[in-house]
């Protein structure tokens, strides 16, 4: 008695899946091996914020900009900070240096944090005037400048240096609650794009 040989199977199936791949393809649809990933499409364009309303903004006092750390780099955003009218040069430069700073301390709106802005300036630190020797532009942090880290000092130096607290040139003269020289900080294009890889750019002032 003869055994019986296997049975062939058709190749018809496996002609089927390279017709199956084309059909797919020209639907527009890539065929895969392995499942993918992209997570949720991404609700607002990182680092990209609605214009604010200016009037509605100056209505509620002077309109100043602060740096925000946005992905890897310094961005500007718009605030406001609160300086009585008639207020004497010397004492304004010092009202808008702790109403920027606090508004650097204070958490980012929920429509910045989905745009990916944070900060690293913690809340409590205050800034007062030059004493007696010190250059009249001084501001003394109650926190050593060389205490605060990279990117909190980098937000600060560029945030005072382009406002009515320096003397807009770029650079804001730094120092701290106690005799530590002081030191002339810059606001560079590498702090504004590289905050958090070293210290700001400083220079000692000698003689003060």
């Known amino acids: 008695m003869h055994a019986l040989a296997p049975r062939r199977r058709s190749p018809r199936p496996l002609l089927l899946l390279p017709l199956l791949a084309l059909a797919l393809a020209g639907c527009g649809i890539r065929s895969t091996e392995v499942p993918t990933d ?11 914020l609605s214009e604010p309303d ?24 718009d605030r406001t900070v609160r300086v009585p009218d008639g207020t004497a040069d010397s004492e304004r430069r010092v ?5 920027l700073l606090d ?3 204070e958490a980012p709106s929920s429509a910045e944090r989905e745009a990916g802005y944070q900060t690293y300036v913690r809340g409590g630190m205050t800034v007062s005037g030059p004493r007696p020797k010190d250059p009249e532009d001084t501001l003394r942090l109650s926190t050593a400048p060389a205490e605060l880290s ?4 980098a937000q600060i130096v560029c945030t005072f240096s382009d406002s009515a ?3 807009g040139d770029g650079s804001v003269i730094l ?8 030191r002339r900080y810059d606001c560079t294009d590498h702090v504004r794009s590289a905050p958090g890889t070293e210290h700001p750019p400083s220079t000692e002032l000698t003689g003060t």
């Open 38 to 48: 992209f997570g949720p499409a991404p609700s607002r364009v990182r680092c990209a």
């Open 54 to 77: 200016a009037a509605a903004q100056t209505s509620r006092g002077l309109a100043v900009q602060v740096f925000l750390l946005c992905g890897s780099s310094l961005v500007a955003v």
């Open 95 to 99: 009202l808008v240096a702790q109403g």
């Open 103 to 105: 508004q650097l301390a």
């Open 150 to 153: 990279a990117y909190a000092l």
């Open 165 to 167: 607290a320096a003397e």
């Open 175 to 182: 120092g701290g609650p106690d005799t530590t020289p002081l």
